[in-house]
């Protein structure tokens, strides 16, 4: 049974920073891509950032050169290194993984930057 758990929000102030961390179970982990999601108050869910099972990376446009993804395959574990947060990256952050056809997600940990 596939289970992500992610943890490391909380409340910050812009241009501060957060670390989030997803910690993965149930699969072989070093073969799945990961995805980190984020759904802000009457948004859709958009993907922020990418970390291939080889650790390459993706970004949105909007969190270029602030954002870094990044895997540990041997603790199960991902990460997105958040800096110079803007209240417009409040959000509910989500790790994801899509393995045999079905897309499987943690509960999500909340973001919240202030002004």
């Given at each position: 049974?596939?289970?992500?758990?992610?943890?490391?929000?909380?409340?910050?102030?812009?241009?501060?920073?957060?670390?989030?961390?997803?910690?993965?179970?149930?699969?072989?982990?070093?073969?799945?891509?990961?995805g980190w999601y984020r759904q802000a108050p009457g948004?859709?869910?958009?993907?922020?950032?990418?970390?291939?099972?080889?650790?390459?990376?993706?970004?949105?446009?909007?969190?270029?050169?602030?954002?870094?993804?990044?895997?540990?395959?041997?603790?199960?574990?991902?990460?997105?290194?958040?800096?110079?947060?803007?209240?417009?990256?409040?959000?509910?952050?989500?790790?994801?993984?899509?393995?045999?056809?079905?897309?499987?997600?943690?509960?999500?940990?909340?973001?919240?930057?202030?002004?």
């Amino acid at each position: 049974q596939v289970q992500l758990v992610e943890s490391g929000g909380g409340l910050v102030q812009s241009g501060g920073s957060l670390r989030l961390s997803c910690a993965a179970s149930g699969i072989i982990f070093s073969r799945y891509s990961m995805g980190w999601y984020r759904q802000a108050p009457g948004k859709e869910r958009e993907l922020v950032a990418r970390i291939t099972s080889g650790g390459s990376t993706n970004y949105a446009d909007s969190v270029k050169g602030r954002f870094a993804g990044s895997r540990d395959n041997a603790k199960k574990m991902v990460y997105l290194q958040m800096n110079s947060l803007k209240p417009e990256d409040t959000a509910v952050y989500y790790c994801q993984l899509f393995s045999g056809g079905i897309d499987y997600w943690g509960e999500g940990t909340q973001v919240t930057v202030s002004s």
